[in-house]
C-alpha cells in the first residue's frame, strides 16, 4: 500500500496492518474498540488526528489500532512472529 512516505518513513504498525487487509475495517467496526479509542485524548495537526498516549506520545490511528489488538485480541495476529 502507497502511504505517501518512502518505505523506511512508514511506521511499524501501518506495515504490520498492511500485511493483514481485512483487519483495519473489522477492528475499526467493533464496538469495544471504538469506546476504547473515544476515551483517548486527541490532537489535530495539520488535520491530521493524533491520539495522546503514554503522557505525551501522539500516535496515528493505525498505531493505536496495533496497541489495542496487540492489548487486547493478540490472536487478530496470531500469524505474525513477535
Known sequence: MNHGLPPDAVPPETKLLDKHPTLRGHVSSLPEFNE????????????????????????????IMAEWIRCTHPEFLADEEE
Open 36 to 63: 476504547w479509542r473515544r476515551g483517548l485524548n486527541t490532537v489535530t495537526v495539520d488535520d491530521i488526528t493524533y491520539y495522546v498516549r503514554g503522557g505525551d506520545m501522539l500516535k496515528d490511528e493505525d498505531q
